[in-house]
């Protein structure tokens, strides 16, 4: 488990209301879809980027159209809190899903870019690039006499 995970089990460390960056904020509003399959994707491998039209992007965004969005809301909720340790319960879940479901996109996304570094594109942050290892060593054996 990495330091970050640990210093911050147990609770959220991005709190449901505060002030989001802008662009973030008017993407999420007008097209929670896409925030929604970021995350979804850093659920299942934080290292593969998300596609723009993901199968995750187009059941999100009908089920908001049609009302529904409470409950896929509510699993991604419940799978971030089981992962980290968060207390809660699934009816408290789902009723903040249904009541605030733009600031539940943005902290479920904001929360995993937080305990994951995630980068660009949904990827994880490679805080080194490759390190060799060093070539191979044949080592003499003493001579028996």
């Given at each position: 488990?990495?330091?970050?995970?640990?210093?911050?089990?147990?609770q959220w460390t991005?709190?449901?209301?505060?002030?989001?960056?802008?662009?973030?904020?008017?993407?999420t509003q007008c097209c929670p879809c896409y925030t929604?399959?970021?995350?979804?994707?850093?659920?299942?491998?934080?290292t593969v980027p998300t596609e723009e039209h993901s199968r995750d992007c187009v059941e999100f965004g009908r089920a908001y159209c049609i009302g529904t969005y409470a409950s896929p809301l509510?699993?991604?909720?419940?799978?971030?809190?089981?992962?980290?340790?968060?207390?809660?319960t699934s009816s408290n879940d789902f009723w903040v899903s249904c009541c605030c479901p733009g600031c539940?996109?943005?902290?479920?996304?904001?929360?995993?870019?937080?305990?994951?570094?995630?980068?660009?594109?949904g990827a994880a942050v490679v805080s080194e690039?490759?390190?060799?290892?060093?070539?191979?060593?044949?080592q003499q054996q003493p001579q028996q006499q």
């Amino acid at each position: 488990m990495a330091q970050n995970e640990k210093s911050a089990q147990g609770q959220w460390t991005n709190s449901l209301i505060r002030f989001f960056p802008c662009g973030f904020f008017w993407k999420t509003q007008c097209c929670p879809c896409y925030t929604f399959a970021d995350t979804a994707q850093r659920l299942r491998d934080p290292t593969v980027p998300t596609e723009e039209h993901s199968r995750d992007c187009v059941e999100f965004g009908r089920a908001y159209c049609i009302g529904t969005y409470a409950s896929p809301l509510k699993e991604h909720r419940k799978e971030i809190r089981e992962r980290y340790g968060i207390p809660g319960t699934s009816s408290n879940d789902f009723w903040v899903s249904c009541c605030c479901p733009g600031c539940v996109v943005m902290q479920h996304e904001d929360e995993l870019k937080a305990r994951l570094g995630a980068g660009v594109g949904g990827a994880a942050v490679v805080s080194e690039g490759y390190q060799p290892t060093g070539g191979m060593q044949v080592q003499q054996q003493p001579q028996q006499q």
